[in-house]
């Protein structure tokens, strides 16, 4: 499914139009980012958290020429489903 058929199919089963819905979905992704960029978590009983992780510095290898090179520490957006969520997907 891409961006498309994902309006399309939350239009229609909110009964919005298509534009509004496009909106508002662009709206939720910038709120979300927001959290994310200020450092907090975002929880969503029934479907999941979405949180900050630290990844540290270490050491890596250029698969081409096998060069040792160092990687550097990064904040990396992660998203952890919840209980619901996951039995539903398994279900």
Known sequence: MNKTDFINAVAQKTGSTKKQ????????FEVIQDILVAGDKLQIPGFGTFCVNERAAREGRNPRTGEVIKIEAAK??????????KAAVNA
């Open 21 to 28: 819905t496009d909106a508002e979905i662009a709206a939720m």
């Open 76 to 85: 990396v957006p992660a998203f952890k489903p919840s209980k619901v969520l």
